[in-house]
């Protein structure tokens, strides 16, 4: 079987944790990678602190394949991502003279000023992500992959980096409604599930329409026909359940 690539999510920045900014990147990033047969594992939210942002680094770098953050690379005094990154890898960081070249094209000297300059500043090595229509770039050092918080840049520089990145076999899912509480699938859920290991079966309660408790199940695997034989124990689980609701 192939390899499996794994990855973690590191947010970066005090507005995430206030609350007055809403993540909208989480979801969409797990989706994404999923759907290219990545497993992401894990996500941590930091704030804008350098220590918290190098040690989460290192920590979730050296873990995972790859790790993917998202914000802090603007061009305010706590936009402090990319110094931090550079730090968590010993490495310098100056002005790209790329990053530079384009940000004359769209600036003027007057325009051109310190703020708008952090943006160039990349870390040595990092491979820049860019497009014509993403002013200020992210980058990828490493295994780290460094973007933005806003979700269409953010978005924009993923389909920039995917096609880069390994991937392994990817995760197969199928579902269904178990017309049960979740309590009262539990013990035979439990039983498929070590019957079945090389599957991950979860059950999601909700209210049904009802507003009744009910259940829905999900088999995931790599292994289709694994996913169909677990799937197939589950239909039967629930066709022999009697349950009175």
């Known amino acids: ?60 770098r050296s873990r995972y394949t790859y790790l993917f953050t ?11 991502t990319a110094d931090s990154v550079a730090k968590a890898f010993g490495v310098g960081i100056d002005h790209h003279p790329e990053v530079v070249a ?30 014509a229509t993403i002013l200020a770039p ?16 953010m978005q924009a520089m993923m389909d920039i980096i995917s096609p880069k990145l390994k991937s392994g076999v ?7 409604r178990a017309n049960a509480r979740e309590g009262d699938i539990g013990s035979p859920l439990r039983a498929i599930a070590a019957e ?9 309660p909700f209210l049904d329409e009802n507003s009744k408790p009910n259940t829905n199940i999900v088999v995931r695997s790599r292994d289709p026909d694994k996913l169909k034989a677990a799937m197939a124990a589950v239909q039967v689980m629930l066709a022999g359940l009697n349950v009175a609701r």
């Open 1 to 60: 079987m192939s390899e499996i690539v794994t990855a973690g999510i590191l947010v970066i920045g005090d507005e995430i944790l206030s609350g007055r900014t809403k993540d909208k990147n989480i979801g969409y990033i797990a989706e994404y990678l999923t759907n290219i047969g990545i497993d992401l594992k894990e996500v941590r939210v930091v704030s804008d602190d350098e220590d918290a942002i190098i040690e989460a680094l290192n920590a979730l």
């Open 70 to 80: 998202t914000g802090g690379i603007g061009p305010t005094h706590d936009d402090i």
């Open 170 to 176: 990817r995760m197969l899912s199928d579902s269904v």
């Open 196 to 204: 079945h290991p090389d599957t991950s079966i979860g059950s999601y």
């Open 102 to 131: 384009r940000f004359r094209t769209r600036f003027s000297e007057a325009e051109l000023n310190e703020a708008r300059l952090r943006m160039a500043r990349i870390p040595d090595g990092a491979e820049l992500i860019q497009s």
């Open 138 to 153: 992210g980058f990828k050092i490493d295994n780290v992959i460094v973007m933005a918080g806003v979700p269409s840049i």
